[in-house]
């Protein structure tokens, strides 16, 4: 079971609660009720604190929490712009072929498709056993 939390704006302010970290996916819209912008998740703060997306906290984000962002009409914010991941190694999802063996600090190249209608992207795969960052080419 999932734990509630906040919707945060990039300002701090509490804009809503959500039922579950579970229903979010970075880049979704969000609707929230009783405002007319578009608001776009652009993190999610675990159970431990932690951001998803940021080595560095916000200081007013809490535990289960979500952060949102408005865009402008071209739905741009540079909130939402990564030039990579970071990925556990074991979550990978292969979905053409047999995964290659990389060893602890081998490196390769691939495709990678972020979300499920956006176009495959060039990348570089660290191997590593900590969460392994996956910069976007």
Excluded at 90 to 105: E, H, K, L
Aim: aromatic fraction near 12%; charge should be neutral.
């Amino acid at each position: 079971e999932e734990t509630p939390g906040l919707v945060f704006d990039l300002n701090g302010k509490i804009l809503s609660v959500h039922h579950g970290l579970w229903e979010f996916t970075i880049g979704q819209r969000i609707s929230i009720s009783g405002s007319a912008e578009k608001l776009f998740v652009c993190d999610k703060i675990d159970e431990k604190g932690v951001s998803l997306v940021r080595s560095t906290p916000y200081p007013f984000a809490e535990p289960n929490s979500i952060v949102v962002t408005e865009c402008d009409s071209r739905g741009f914010h540079p909130s939402l712009l990564s030039m990579g991941a970071f990925v556990v190694f074991s979550q990978f999802r292969w979905i053409a072929g047999i995964p290659p063996v990389i060893f602890n600090g081998g490196e390769a190249k691939f495709t990678c498709q972020t979300r499920y209608h956006s176009p495959e992207i060039k990348c570089r795969v660290s191997v590593s056993f900590k969460p392994s960052r996956l910069p976007f080419e």
